[in-house]
């Protein structure tokens, strides 16, 4: 049954939930990896994010438009096993990718209630909160989610112009104080000396950031829902989508990034400090007064919440379409409420792991998404391989080195992801095996009916006294 259509902007909304989510807490990461650089940090963010990741999507969005995505790209590209192997290691990425935006998400939410004024008492709780939104998340699934995108548009209607207010309000302060850029600047070029040195430097940072990179492959996922008057209206809007969200996401981040670390003292986004995971809302109660800060937090605590139920029902997509497919998994994954089930407590795990702590989980969620974006460089530039479109080549080429080399450094130096991913590689290979060895004992045939020629056969062989058998390999189909 083909799924109802909508606007783009609209599907656009129903991405967003994911990747505008990410100003909840993507200012405040960064100015704690980056300290006074992180405006400078952030536009290195915003040139590889319009340069680098919005041309392969824009290409995946050409060459899956019935939202396979790059994962069914690899799989086509490269030789039967090759593939397979290789989908199967990236679904442990993309499993990493999804559940950490469930727990981090849930994390960030917590962080914005556990400080609101009016909330006192929910001070510290910031484990319990999470795991109460968590269970709240599985519980809704386990009775049944359909994504609403009127819901989608409403929450992220609501939430960017919030945010729109919260920015607008944060450079008119700056405006009216301009010694505050003055103090900045000095010590920003006191610290490190000059601009290549700062450059250099957020080249460095820059894995740290990556969470701002999400929603890529969520985009091109929802492909089916976007109306076109053909294929190529359908890629088109797609395309307009992707631009569009990054576009918007690429301001909102410069400037909730400069305005964040020229109005919040750095001690303040420390952890345990009242501007960490919420450097926006911080700003929200400063200048905006607690009233509107808590319709802030309400907006984000909503927006964080439906970023998680996108990133189940991103999962509860996923693991059907592959495994089951492959022959690789048992007969339970197909079915919603034991997935639900399983990753309900992969992130119960994941949140006590890492303590509710947004900081802590930004690593892994970064290896996440810079993997699936490196594999979608990869695909988008073997397939320009393939279609001898060389300049096209050259260029996907030295965007893959790229993402290559950054998702390479977070891995080694914030291995949490790697280790997260590989265990659910780990988990995934083991129940194939398990799933593949029980399958090899299931009675697959119960009736076998023959047509008038093989009767015949059947029969004269009957009749001479000897029925012979043949185990043939279907693919051989020798002597």
């Not at 039967?80 to 199967?88: E, N, S």
């Not at 290691?89 to 994390?107: K, N, P, R, Y």
């Not at 985009?219 to 631009?243: A, F």
């Not at 109660?285 to 800060?293: C, D, E, K, R, S």
Request: charged fraction near 15%.
């Amino acid at each position: 049954m083909a799924e109802r259509e909508h606007p783009w902007w609209k599907v656009m909304c129903l991405t967003g939930v994911d990747y505008f989510s990410t100003l909840g807490y993507q200012p405040g990461i960064a100015a704690l990896a980056a300290g006074l650089l992180s405006p400078v940090a952030t536009i290195v963010l915003v040139v590889l994010t319009l340069a680098g990741a919005l041309p392969i999507y824009r290409r995946v969005a050409a060459e899956s438009p019935h939202g396979q995505g790059s994962l069914a790209m690899l799989e086509k590209l490269l030789s039967r096993w090759k593939g397979k192997l290789l989908v199967l290691a990236l679904l442990g990425f993309a499993a990493t990718d999804f559940v950490i935006t469930i727990t981090l998400s849930a994390a960030d939410a917590a962080a914005h209630a556990s400080e609101n004024p009016y909330l006192g008492f929910l001070h510290g709780e910031n484990l319990l909160i999470t795991l109460v939104l968590i269970a709240a998340l599985g519980a809704v699934f386990f009775k049944g989610f359909a994504e609403a995108i009127g819901i989608a548009v409403a929450l992220v209607g609501v939430y960017l112009l919030l945010n729109a207010v919260v920015v607008a309000s944060a450079i008119a302060h700056v405006i009216r104080s301009p010694h505050l850029v003055v103090d900045w600047k000095n010590l920003l070029f006191a610290q490190h000396g000059n601009i290549w040195v700062m450059a250099g430097v957020s080249l460095l940072v820059f894995p740290k950031l990556a969470l701002g990179l999400s929603g890529f492959e969520t985009g091109v996922s929802v492909m089916p829902l976007v109306h076109g008057p053909d294929l190529r209206g359908r890629i088109r809007h797609t395309r307009r989508l992707l631009t569009t969200a990054a576009l918007i996401m690429s301001a909102f981040l410069i400037v909730s990034s400069f305005s964040t670390s020229v109005l919040i003292p750095q001690a303040e986004f420390e952890p345990g400090g009242p501007a960490n995971g919420r450097a926006l809302a911080y700003l929200a109660h400063a200048y905006l007064g607690n009233a509107f800060g808590t319709v802030y937090d309400a907006s984000t605590i909503a927006i964080l919440w439906f970023a998680g139920a996108s990133a189940m029902a991103g999962l509860l997509n996923l693991v059907p379409r592959y495994l089951p497919r492959y022959g690789m998994a048992p007969s339970w994954a197909a079915a919603t409420r034991p997935l639900v089930v399983v990753i309900s407590l992969i992130a119960f795990l994941i949140t006590w792991i890492f303590d509710a702590s947004v900081d802590a989980q930004g690593g892994a969620y970064a290896t996440g998404v810079l993997v699936l974006i490196s594999s979608a460089a990869l695909a988008v530039t073997l397939s320009a391989r393939r279609r001898r479109r060389t300049a096209a080549f050259v260029a996907y080429l030295v965007i893959t080195v790229v993402f290559g080399y950054t998702t390479m450094a977070n891995i080694v130096e914030r291995p949490d992801g790697v280790k997260i991913a590989a265990l659910f590689i780990l988990a995934i290979i083991s129940t194939s095996l398990i799933s593949r060895a029980t399958r090899s004992l299931e009675l697959r045939v119960e009736e076998v009916r023959f047509d008038a020629a093989a009767q015949r056969i059947l029969d004269r062989a009957v009749r001479s006294g000897h029925v012979r058998i043949i185990a043939n390999e279907p693919d051989a189909r020798d002597a």
